[in-house]
T-cell receptor, first 116, second 112 residues
Framework: NAGVTQTPKFQVLKTGQSMTLQCAQDMNHEYMSWYRQDPGMGLRLIHYSVGAGITDQGEVPNGYNVSRSTTEDFPLRLLSAAPSQTSVYFC???????????????FGSGTRLTVV | KNQVEQSPQSLIILEGKNCTLQCNYTVSPFSNLRWYKQDTGRGPVSLTIMTFSENTKSNRRYTATLDADTKQSSLHITASQLSDSASYICVVSADNNNDMRFGAGTRLTVKP
């Protein structure tokens, strides 16, 4: 049982490049989400999904795309990287928010992205 | 706008000492409040969760309190250990949406 697996752990991009951050979970969770963590700020929700084929925007969705073709995978795509997207990105999965009072969310170990 | 404010921003204590971290929130309608521990370079891990009807909950050396009237929570760490060095994040969920609001965290350093 690997939990939530994020790849890569580190990435450096040039401005304008695109890339995909991978996230996979093996707990059969319906809910998956992407957050970014910046110094001095709480984690902010980028996009989330409540099941395969269903995605929605969070607090800071601009510049990011997601898709959810399977229950297990929830990739985050940066369309044209900008220095403002330099951050640490976390993927999380869990029961739906209304049911997460039991075990909460499981977070991946993060992807540290630098855009130069 | 729903917000979660944590204090202090950072804290340094000696091993074996106790400390208390604070969390104030304005999320409404309130569903639950959870404390997470985030070690450096890792994702957050849940410590405890408080629902509206709960005032105190303990998990080993961690004791969380909740005052839903004043919208305040605290996390008390007893007999601190070096492994307690981490960021502690307060997360509040509203009852009417799929979002959670994260505090910026308190960075705790326990020194020998």
């Amino acid at each position: 049982n690997a939990g939530v697996t994020q790849t890569p752990k580190f990435q450096v991009l040039k401005t304008g490049q695109s890339m995909t951050l991978q996230c996979a979970q093996d707990m059969n969770h319906e809910y998956m989400s992407w957050y970014r963590q910046d110094p001095g700020m709480g984690l902010r929700l980028i996009h989330y999904s409540v099941g395969a084929g269903i995605t929605d925007q969070g607090e800071v969705p601009n510049g990011y795309n997601v898709s959810r073709s399977t229950t297990e995978d929830f990739p985050l795509r940066l369309l044209s990287a900008a220095p403002s997207q330099t951050s640490v990105y976390f993927c999380a999965s869990g029961p739906t928010p209304r049911d997460q009072h039991v075990n909460g969310y499981t977070f991946g170990s993060g992807t540290r992205l630098t855009v130069v | 706008k729903n917000q979660v404010e944590q204090s202090p921003q950072s804290l340094i204590i000696l091993e074996g000492k106790n400390c208390t971290l604070q969390c104030n929130y304005t999320v409404s309608p309130f569903s639950n409040l959870r404390w997470y521990k985030q070690d450096t370079g890792r994702g957050p891990v849940s410590l405890t969760i408080m629902t509206f009807s709960e005032n105190t909950k303990s998990n080993r050396r961690y004791t969380a309190t909740l005052d839903a009237d004043t919208k305040q929570s605290s996390l008390h760490i007893t007999a601190s250990q070096l492994s307690d060095s981490a960021s502690y994040i307060c997360v509040v969920s509203a009852d009417n949406n799929n979002d959670m609001r994260f505090g910026a965290g308190t960075r705790l350093t326990v020194k020998p």
